[in-house]
């Protein structure tokens, strides 16, 4: 099942404007719409130009990696 088959199109612009967004995690979407981190980037692929789909990613990436420093960091210290 495709994730834009359960969602009406608001909550599809919901989704994305969430997803886009550096303050929202994959979980709190999950938690509001039932989407796995999976089905959010495919509703992305799909719904964003090719290469702001490849910025997002890039983006989203690059967060989860600070973050995870940032937390191995705070562990240590």
């Known amino acids: 099942m495709a994730a834009s088959d359960a969602l009406d199109a608001a909550a599809i612009s919901e989704v994305i404007a969430m997803a886009l967004s550096d ?41 989860s990696d600070r973050r995870a420093h940032y937390k191995s960091a705070k562990t240590i210290a």
């Open 23 to 63: 303050h929202v995690s994959f979980d709190h979407i999950r938690s509001l719409y039932g989407l796995s981190p999976d089905q959010v980037k495919d509703l992305m692929r799909t719904s964003l130009r090719p290469g702001s789909y490849r910025a997002w990613r890039k983006r989203v990436r690059d967060f």
